[in-house]
Protein backbone atom coordinates (compact mmCIF):
# COMPACT_ATOMS: atom_id res chain seq x y z
CA UNK A 1 0.00 0.00 0.00
CA UNK A 2 1.40 3.35 -0.76
CA UNK A 3 1.49 6.22 1.20
CA UNK A 4 -1.02 7.97 -0.34
CA UNK A 5 -3.49 5.18 -0.06
CA UNK A 6 -2.15 5.01 3.57
CA UNK A 7 -3.23 8.63 4.16
CA UNK A 8 -6.65 8.06 2.60
CA UNK A 9 -7.47 5.06 4.87
CA UNK A 10 -6.47 6.96 7.56
CA UNK A 11 -8.86 9.83 7.00
CA UNK A 12 -11.69 7.46 5.94
CA UNK A 13 -11.20 5.37 9.79
CA UNK A 14 -10.93 8.80 11.10
CA UNK A 15 -14.12 10.24 9.85
CA UNK A 16 -16.20 6.75 10.02
CA UNK A 17 -15.22 7.21 13.84
CA UNK A 18 -15.90 10.91 14.06
CA UNK A 19 -19.09 9.80 12.86
CA UNK A 20 -19.95 6.99 15.28
CA UNK A 21 -18.95 8.92 17.94
CA UNK A 22 -21.32 12.13 16.83
CA UNK A 23 -24.29 9.14 16.41
CA UNK A 24 -23.33 7.72 20.02
CA UNK A 25 -23.99 12.05 21.12
CA UNK A 26 -26.94 12.53 20.14
CA UNK A 27 -28.85 9.34 21.41
CA UNK A 28 -29.79 10.61 24.86
CA UNK A 29 -30.96 9.15 28.16
CA UNK A 30 -34.02 9.41 30.21
CA UNK A 31 -33.57 8.29 33.29
CA UNK A 32 -37.11 7.03 35.03
CA UNK A 33 -37.57 6.10 38.32
CA UNK A 34 -40.26 3.45 39.46
CA UNK A 35 -41.21 -0.05 41.15
CA UNK A 36 -38.95 -2.52 41.28
CA UNK A 37 -39.66 -5.84 40.86
CA UNK A 38 -42.16 -7.06 38.38
CA UNK A 39 -43.31 -3.82 37.76
CA UNK A 40 -39.03 -2.75 36.49
CA UNK A 41 -39.31 -6.30 34.03
CA UNK A 42 -42.51 -5.34 32.50
CA UNK A 43 -40.95 -2.23 31.45
CA UNK A 44 -37.94 -3.27 30.36
CA UNK A 45 -39.15 -6.48 28.37
CA UNK A 46 -42.16 -4.94 27.18
CA UNK A 47 -42.80 -1.06 27.35
CA UNK A 48 -39.26 0.36 26.91
CA UNK A 49 -38.02 -0.67 24.06
CA UNK A 50 -40.45 0.16 21.98
CA UNK A 51 -40.44 3.50 23.26
CA UNK A 52 -36.51 3.67 23.23
CA UNK A 53 -36.48 2.91 19.32
CA UNK A 54 -39.45 5.13 18.26
CA UNK A 55 -37.59 8.35 20.06
CA UNK A 56 -33.70 7.15 19.73
CA UNK A 57 -33.21 7.26 23.28
CA UNK A 58 -31.56 4.99 25.93
CA UNK A 59 -34.11 4.65 29.24
CA UNK A 60 -32.10 4.39 32.41
CA UNK A 61 -34.30 2.94 35.04
CA UNK A 62 -33.76 3.38 38.95
CA UNK A 63 -35.96 1.04 40.47
CA UNK A 64 -37.40 1.72 44.20
CA UNK A 65 -40.26 1.71 46.27
CA UNK A 66 -42.20 5.23 46.49
CA UNK A 67 -40.92 6.17 49.56
CA UNK A 68 -37.32 5.39 48.54
CA UNK A 69 -37.49 7.12 45.10
CA UNK A 70 -39.33 10.19 47.06
CA UNK A 71 -36.11 10.03 49.15
CA UNK A 72 -33.93 10.28 46.15
CA UNK A 73 -35.92 13.28 44.79
CA UNK A 74 -35.14 15.03 48.17
CA UNK A 75 -31.62 13.85 48.43
CA UNK A 76 -31.07 15.24 44.86
CA UNK A 77 -33.38 18.20 44.81
CA UNK A 78 -30.53 20.47 43.28
CA UNK A 79 -29.22 18.37 40.63
CA UNK A 80 -32.06 15.81 40.04
CA UNK A 81 -30.66 12.31 38.04
CA UNK A 82 -34.69 11.17 37.55
CA UNK A 83 -36.68 12.78 34.77
CA UNK A 84 -39.84 10.63 35.08
CA UNK A 85 -40.68 9.60 38.35
CA UNK A 86 -43.76 6.66 38.97
CA UNK A 87 -45.23 6.80 42.73
CA UNK A 88 -48.42 5.87 44.84
CA UNK A 89 -50.41 9.12 44.32
CA UNK A 90 -49.73 9.96 48.22
CA UNK A 91 -46.20 9.99 47.99
CA UNK A 92 -46.63 11.78 44.42
CA UNK A 93 -49.00 14.50 46.26
CA UNK A 94 -45.78 14.54 48.27
CA UNK A 95 -43.19 15.23 45.73
CA UNK A 96 -45.25 17.90 44.04
CA UNK A 97 -45.92 20.13 47.03
CA UNK A 98 -42.21 19.38 47.28
CA UNK A 99 -42.18 21.36 44.32
CA UNK A 100 -40.52 18.20 42.21
CA UNK A 101 -42.80 17.45 39.24
CA UNK A 102 -42.89 19.65 36.33
CA UNK A 103 -45.88 21.00 34.45
CA UNK A 104 -47.20 18.29 32.43
CA UNK A 105 -47.74 19.26 28.51
CA UNK A 106 -51.73 19.30 27.39
CA UNK A 107 -52.47 15.64 27.04
CA UNK A 108 -53.32 14.46 23.83
CA UNK A 109 -55.90 11.84 25.31
CA UNK A 110 -56.82 13.89 27.95
CA UNK A 111 -60.57 13.68 27.15
CA UNK A 112 -60.04 9.55 27.28
CA UNK A 113 -58.57 9.72 30.50
CA UNK A 114 -61.24 9.32 34.24
CA UNK A 115 -61.51 12.43 35.81
CA UNK A 116 -60.52 10.82 38.90
CA UNK A 117 -56.49 9.80 37.29
CA UNK A 118 -56.52 13.49 36.68
CA UNK A 119 -54.32 14.43 40.04
CA UNK A 120 -53.11 17.73 39.34
CA UNK A 121 -51.33 20.37 36.57
CA UNK A 122 -48.04 18.36 37.46
CA UNK A 123 -49.45 14.92 37.41
CA UNK A 124 -51.42 12.19 36.26
CA UNK A 125 -52.46 8.51 37.47
CA UNK A 126 -51.15 5.85 35.12
CA UNK A 127 -53.06 2.81 36.97
CA UNK A 128 -55.78 2.21 39.30
CA UNK A 129 -55.27 -0.21 42.28
CA UNK A 130 -58.66 -0.45 44.42
CA UNK A 131 -57.91 -0.49 47.98
CA UNK A 132 -60.85 -3.02 49.49
CA UNK A 133 -61.98 -6.39 51.06
CA UNK A 134 -60.02 -9.81 50.04
CA UNK A 135 -61.20 -13.11 51.86
CA UNK A 136 -60.67 -16.88 51.47
CA UNK A 137 -63.72 -17.88 49.04
CA UNK A 138 -63.23 -21.59 49.79
CA UNK A 139 -63.24 -20.60 53.68
CA UNK A 140 -66.19 -18.84 53.59
CA UNK A 141 -68.26 -21.48 51.63
CA UNK A 142 -67.41 -24.11 53.71
CA UNK A 143 -68.52 -21.46 56.84
CA UNK A 144 -71.70 -21.01 55.01
CA UNK A 145 -70.87 -17.25 55.01
CA UNK A 146 -72.04 -14.57 52.26
CA UNK A 147 -68.98 -12.53 50.88
CA UNK A 148 -68.06 -9.43 52.77
CA UNK A 149 -70.29 -6.26 51.30
CA UNK A 150 -68.84 -3.73 54.02
CA UNK A 151 -66.02 -1.92 55.58
CA UNK A 152 -68.88 -2.39 58.37
CA UNK A 153 -67.63 -6.29 58.34
CA UNK A 154 -64.23 -5.64 60.03
CA UNK A 155 -66.31 -5.06 63.20
CA UNK A 156 -68.31 -8.47 62.98
CA UNK A 157 -67.05 -10.77 65.82
CA UNK A 158 -66.97 -13.99 63.33
CA UNK A 159 -64.05 -13.16 62.44
CA UNK A 160 -61.98 -12.36 65.66
CA UNK A 161 -58.93 -13.78 65.40
CA UNK A 162 -58.63 -14.33 61.49
CA UNK A 163 -58.60 -10.49 60.45
CA UNK A 164 -55.56 -9.24 59.11
CA UNK A 165 -55.12 -5.58 58.78
CA UNK A 166 -51.76 -3.44 57.38
CA UNK A 167 -50.43 -0.96 59.46
CA UNK A 168 -51.21 3.24 58.42
CA UNK A 169 -47.51 2.78 57.92
CA UNK A 170 -48.53 1.15 54.68
CA UNK A 171 -51.28 2.48 52.16
CA UNK A 172 -53.79 0.12 52.47
CA UNK A 173 -53.94 0.24 56.11
CA UNK A 174 -53.96 4.13 56.01
CA UNK A 175 -57.14 3.87 53.68
CA UNK A 176 -58.75 1.66 56.08
CA UNK A 177 -58.69 4.18 59.00
CA UNK A 178 -59.85 7.12 56.73
CA UNK A 179 -62.82 4.84 55.58
CA UNK A 180 -63.85 3.82 59.68
CA UNK A 181 -63.52 7.48 60.02
CA UNK A 182 -65.74 8.51 57.46
CA UNK A 183 -68.25 5.71 58.47
CA UNK A 184 -68.36 6.94 61.78
CA UNK A 185 -69.02 10.53 61.29
CA UNK A 186 -65.42 11.92 60.18
CA UNK A 187 -63.15 12.33 57.56
CA UNK A 188 -59.84 12.86 56.91
CA UNK A 189 -60.01 16.59 58.86
CA UNK A 190 -61.70 14.46 61.28
CA UNK A 191 -60.01 11.35 62.14
CA UNK A 192 -60.99 11.20 65.78
CA UNK A 193 -63.90 8.73 65.09
CA UNK A 194 -61.79 6.69 62.83
CA UNK A 195 -59.35 6.22 65.75
CA UNK A 196 -61.95 5.32 68.40
CA UNK A 197 -63.52 2.70 65.62
CA UNK A 198 -60.47 1.10 65.18
CA UNK A 199 -59.45 0.61 69.61
CA UNK A 200 -62.70 -0.12 70.06
CA UNK A 201 -64.17 -2.48 67.40
CA UNK A 202 -61.70 -3.34 64.82
CA UNK A 203 -58.11 -3.72 66.40
CA UNK A 204 -59.09 -6.48 69.28
CA UNK A 205 -60.13 -8.94 66.57
CA UNK A 206 -57.09 -8.22 64.31
CA UNK A 207 -54.76 -11.36 64.46
CA UNK A 208 -51.74 -9.37 63.08
CA UNK A 209 -51.43 -6.08 61.41
CA UNK A 210 -49.40 -7.70 58.89
CA UNK A 211 -46.90 -4.90 56.09
CA UNK A 212 -45.38 -7.47 53.87
CA UNK A 213 -47.41 -8.80 50.88
CA UNK A 214 -45.57 -11.55 51.27
CA UNK A 215 -46.81 -11.97 54.65
CA UNK A 216 -50.14 -11.49 54.13
CA UNK A 217 -50.30 -13.94 51.51
CA UNK A 218 -48.37 -16.48 53.19
CA UNK A 219 -51.17 -16.29 56.35
CA UNK A 220 -53.88 -16.67 53.75
CA UNK A 221 -52.65 -20.01 52.17
CA UNK A 222 -52.06 -21.12 56.02
CA UNK A 223 -55.76 -20.69 56.94
CA UNK A 224 -54.64 -18.18 59.57
CA UNK A 225 -56.70 -15.18 57.90
CA UNK A 226 -59.59 -15.33 56.26
CA UNK A 227 -60.10 -11.53 55.53
CA UNK A 228 -58.40 -8.50 55.09
CA UNK A 229 -58.28 -5.10 53.74
CA UNK A 230 -55.80 -5.29 51.06
CA UNK A 231 -55.14 -4.07 47.20
CA UNK A 232 -56.97 -5.47 43.76
CA UNK A 233 -53.83 -6.12 42.43
CA UNK A 234 -52.10 -7.89 45.53
CA UNK A 235 -55.59 -10.02 45.09
CA UNK A 236 -55.37 -10.56 41.42
CA UNK A 237 -51.23 -11.79 42.02
CA UNK A 238 -52.78 -14.71 44.56
CA UNK A 239 -55.68 -15.53 42.56
CA UNK A 240 -53.55 -16.44 39.48
CA UNK A 241 -51.50 -18.33 41.63
CA UNK A 242 -54.65 -20.50 41.74
CA UNK A 243 -55.42 -19.84 45.15
CA UNK A 244 -59.25 -18.75 46.08
CA UNK A 245 -59.09 -15.35 46.31
CA UNK A 246 -61.93 -13.14 46.42
CA UNK A 247 -61.66 -9.17 45.82
CA UNK A 248 -64.82 -7.19 47.11
CA UNK A 249 -65.30 -3.23 46.42
CA UNK A 250 -67.45 -2.36 49.69
CA UNK A 251 -70.54 -0.72 49.39
CA UNK A 252 -69.22 2.49 50.79
CA UNK A 253 -66.53 2.21 47.81
CA UNK A 254 -63.23 0.92 47.44
CA UNK A 255 -60.32 3.33 47.97
CA UNK A 256 -58.83 4.41 44.64
CA UNK A 257 -54.77 3.49 44.90
CA UNK A 258 -53.02 5.04 42.08
CA UNK A 259 -50.11 4.59 40.02
CA UNK A 260 -49.06 8.35 38.99
CA UNK A 261 -46.29 9.41 37.47
CA UNK A 262 -44.58 12.95 36.73
CA UNK A 263 -41.67 14.97 34.76
CA UNK A 264 -39.18 16.00 36.97
CA UNK A 265 -38.23 19.24 37.22
CA UNK A 266 -35.20 20.27 35.30
CA UNK A 267 -35.39 17.67 33.48
CA UNK A 268 -32.25 18.12 30.16
CA UNK A 269 -34.57 16.01 28.32
CA UNK A 270 -37.95 17.46 29.11
CA UNK A 271 -39.43 16.62 25.85
CA UNK A 272 -38.96 13.23 26.06
CA UNK A 273 -40.08 13.19 29.72
CA UNK A 274 -43.52 14.84 28.67
CA UNK A 275 -43.64 11.81 25.80
CA UNK A 276 -43.05 8.96 28.14
CA UNK A 277 -45.69 9.64 30.23
CA UNK A 278 -47.57 10.36 27.22
CA UNK A 279 -46.73 6.83 25.91
CA UNK A 280 -47.72 5.29 28.89
CA UNK A 281 -51.24 6.57 29.00
CA UNK A 282 -51.87 4.86 25.80
CA UNK A 283 -54.49 1.53 25.62
CA UNK A 284 -51.91 -0.96 24.49
CA UNK A 285 -49.34 -0.24 27.54
CA UNK A 286 -52.30 0.35 29.89
CA UNK A 287 -53.55 -2.90 28.85
CA UNK A 288 -49.81 -4.46 29.94
CA UNK A 289 -49.69 -2.89 33.12
CA UNK A 290 -53.42 -3.97 33.76
CA UNK A 291 -52.24 -7.91 32.74
CA UNK A 292 -48.46 -7.74 34.26
CA UNK A 293 -49.12 -5.18 37.59
CA UNK A 294 -52.84 -5.27 38.25
CA UNK A 295 -53.41 -1.79 37.48
CA UNK A 296 -56.64 -0.72 36.05
CA UNK A 297 -56.75 1.16 33.19
CA UNK A 298 -57.13 4.88 33.36
CA UNK A 299 -57.73 5.52 29.85
CA UNK A 300 -60.75 4.14 28.77
CA UNK A 301 -60.32 2.94 25.39
CA UNK A 302 -58.08 0.35 27.20
CA UNK A 303 -59.79 -3.25 25.97
CA UNK A 304 -59.47 -5.58 29.31
CA UNK A 305 -60.02 -9.75 28.72
CA UNK A 306 -63.24 -10.41 30.90
CA UNK A 307 -61.63 -12.20 33.46
CA UNK A 308 -58.96 -9.74 34.57
CA UNK A 309 -61.71 -7.01 34.15
CA UNK A 310 -63.98 -8.84 36.55
CA UNK A 311 -60.75 -8.73 39.58
CA UNK A 312 -59.18 -5.01 38.10
CA UNK A 313 -60.79 -1.47 38.57
CA UNK A 314 -62.20 -0.72 35.31
CA UNK A 315 -65.01 0.92 33.46
CA UNK A 316 -68.10 0.57 35.56
CA UNK A 317 -66.33 -0.26 38.51
CA UNK A 318 -64.44 2.97 38.65
CA UNK A 319 -67.73 4.75 39.81
CA UNK A 320 -67.10 2.60 43.02
CA UNK A 321 -63.88 4.35 44.03
CA UNK A 322 -63.58 7.07 46.49
CA UNK A 323 -60.79 9.57 46.47
CA UNK A 324 -58.95 10.67 49.48
CA UNK A 325 -57.65 13.88 50.54
CA UNK A 326 -53.81 12.85 50.13
CA UNK A 327 -52.99 17.09 51.14
CA UNK A 328 -54.59 16.32 54.78
CA UNK A 329 -53.06 13.06 55.38
CA UNK A 330 -49.78 14.49 54.33
CA UNK A 331 -49.87 17.01 57.13
CA UNK A 332 -50.29 14.88 59.60
CA UNK A 333 -49.40 11.03 58.95
CA UNK A 334 -46.51 11.31 60.96
CA UNK A 335 -49.13 12.46 63.93
CA UNK A 336 -51.17 9.44 63.16
CA UNK A 337 -48.66 6.60 62.66
CA UNK A 338 -47.27 8.12 66.36
CA UNK A 339 -50.82 7.97 67.93
CA UNK A 340 -51.56 4.46 65.76
CA UNK A 341 -48.64 2.54 67.66
CA UNK A 342 -50.53 3.82 71.34
CA UNK A 343 -54.00 3.52 70.46
CA UNK A 344 -54.57 0.88 68.04
CA UNK A 345 -51.30 -1.67 67.88
CA UNK A 346 -50.51 -1.07 71.42
Not at 79 to 92: F, K, N, R, S, Y
Request: charge should be negative; glycine fraction near 8%; proline fraction near 7%.
Amino acid sequence: MTRHHRFLLALTTAATLAGAGSALAETRTLTVGGYGGSFETLLKQDIIPAFEKAHDVRIAFVPGNSTENLARLQAQKNAQEMDVVILDDGPMYQADALGFCAPLKPLPMAGDIYHIAKIGPDTIGIGFVATGLVYNKDWFKEKGWPAPTSWEDLKDPKFDQILSIPPISNTYGLHALVMAARLAGGGEKNIDPGFKSFEDDIAPQVLTFEPSSGKMSELFQSKEVALAVWGSGRAKAVADSGFPMGFVYPKEGAVALMLAACPVVNSDVPDLSQEFIQYLLQPDVQVKLAIAQGAGPVNKKAVLPDDLAAIVPYRDSISKLVKVDWDTINQHRDEWTTRWSREVEK
